[in-house]
């Protein structure tokens, strides 16, 4: 059974940092491109950062660029998003997802659609 697990969320002061953890199960996250989305409170999804299959590059959007970092762990089948510098803004659900297409990730978009998806993990930057 395919799954997608997330945690490391919780309450944060601005400034603050959190690692947000998206655990695979029933599948190897190395062969599938990963993403991270974050809903925000009566507003639509947003894709944040994803990493790629081929060279494991990242791509993230510009308003986390230089504050969020994606990377993954093949031998533990995990995906981290390293949140620095948040914003009371950066306050939502945050999801991971995963897909085997490879475009699904590319070096200026992250496409929504994908094939699995995590419950979420909420983050709050607040003082």
């Known amino acids: 059974q395919v799954q997608l697990v997330e945690s490391g969320g919780g309450l944060v002061q601005p400034g603050g940092s959190l690692r947000l953890s998206c655990a695979a199960s029933g599948f190897t996250l190395a062969d599938y491109v990963i993403g991270w989305f974050r809903q925000a409170p009566g507003k639509g999804r947003e894709g944040v950062s994803c990493i790629r299959i081929s060279d494991g590059n990242p791509y993230s959007v510009d308003s986390v660029k230089g504050r969020f970092t994606i990377s993954r762990d093949n031998a533990n089948n995990t995906v981290y998003l390293q949140m620095s510098s948040l914003k009371p803004e950066d306050t939502a659900v945050y999801y991971c997802?995963?897909?085997?297409?490879?475009?699904?990730?590319?070096?200026?978009?992250?496409?929504?659609?994908?094939?699995?998806w995590g419950k979420g993990t909420l983050v709050t930057v607040s003082s």
């Open positions: 997802a995963a897909d085997y297409r490879s475009y699904y990730c590319s070096g200026s978009a992250i496409y929504h659609d994908m094939q699995f």
